[in-house]
């Protein structure tokens, strides 16, 4: 990251130490602000270059920065949707990431007088239903589990569609989070939370724990273990998680290991009846917001809501 203005390099490390942003988010903010940066040097026609991978930014000062305006936030987030055909989820995230380092600037470092992020609008994302497994499709998938890591692969398919987590939660598993009948997870911003196991999840690490290699192991921690004996990658799992929904006879385009959490999400909420509240903690989400998407209802509930209605016998024979 040292490809970038000091300015940029200080924000970075302020939203990953203090505000404790995971290495991916602080990533993402790194790219969109270099891009940023690299478009304002053509746009206002300090360079010639074409090639947006060569055009050198380490020049920008805060002088530099205390003349972009609102109307080149604007013209950034234009070229992004016309030149670079960013969707509007791509955008908006532009679009927190100028609001981030500009309110850093501005009331953090107090370097810049005026805001030009403070007005800036971000595109309207529309919110679609996740994808994810119904209760049958749920069961063929665990029956798919077969092989010589049977124990291990079916305890990571009974933890993702029972407790919904991340790929990286899931990864990140030692042996000392878990507790009885308790899991300590890892998830966002290193942000930690309890997650109680049910009988199928306990009794799935139990099976695992009995067949899981105790020598030569290179990582004596990590709970699950690939075939070289070291923490399993987010890479193999994604793989193994691929191979039984194709041996299920599922969609492999359709789903995968994130739609895995949205079908414990999913299937928590619409057959277990959990409040929004507990499902947020179970999920990890730092909003309520987020977790709503997943309080979707099916047809069949449409249905039987509208057959609910005290009216519903009602008919013009019975007003005559």
């Known amino acids: 990251m040292e490809d970038v203005p000091l300015k940029i390099m200080d924000f970075l490390s302020y939203m990953e130490t203090i505000k404790g942003k995971s290495k991916l988010t602080v990533q993402e903010y790194y790219y ?78 107090k370097s810049i007088n005026y805001n030009p992020a403070s007005e800036l609008e ?33 305890a990571i398919l009974t933890l993702f569609l029972n407790c919904g987590l991340r790929l990286s939660e899931l990864v990140g598993i030692n042996l000392n989070n878990i507790r009885s009948d308790t899991l300590r997870v890892i998830g966002k911003g290193d942000k930690e939370r309890t997650i109680y196991l049910n009988k199928a999840c306990v009794e799935a690490i139990e099976r695992y724990l009995k067949v899981r290699p105790n020598n030569r192991v290179k990582d004596k921690n990590a709970l699950f273990l690939s075939e070289r004996k070291q923490r399993i990658s987010p890479k193999t799992v994604q793989y193994l998680v691929k191979k ?10 359709r789903y995968s290991t ?21 499902l947020q903690h179970i999920l990890g989400h730092e909003s309520i917001s987020t977790t709503e998407i997943y309080t979707h209802v099916d047809n069949s509930q449409l249905k039987k809501a509208v057959d609910s209605n005290p009216l519903a016998q009602v008919n013009m024979e019975d007003n005559e």
């Open 32 to 109: 969109d602000l270099r891009l940023f940066f690299r478009f304002l040097k053509v746009h206002k026609g300090f360079t010639d270059e074409k090639d947006f991978e060569k055009i050198d930014i380490r020049d920008i000062d805060i002088e530099f920065i205390k003349e972009i305006t609102l109307r080149d936030l604007y013209s950034y987030i234009s070229y992004a949707s016309r030149e670079r055909d960013n969707i509007a989820a791509s955008r908006a995230r532009k679009v927190a990431s100028l609001k981030s380092f500009f309110n850093y600037l501005a009331k953090k470092e």
């Open 122 to 154: 971000s595109p309207k994302v529309l919110k679609r239903l996740p994808k994810y497994l119904n209760l049958d499709e749920s069961k063929e998938l665990l029956k798919a589990v077969e092989g010589n890591n049977r124990e291990r692969d079916y």
């Open 244 to 253: 039984y929904i194709k041996a299920a006879g599922l969609d492999t385009e």
């Open 258 to 278: 994130h739609k895995l959490r949205h079908t414990a999400a999913t299937l928590m909420y619409k057959h277990g009846n959990v409040d929004i509240n507990a």
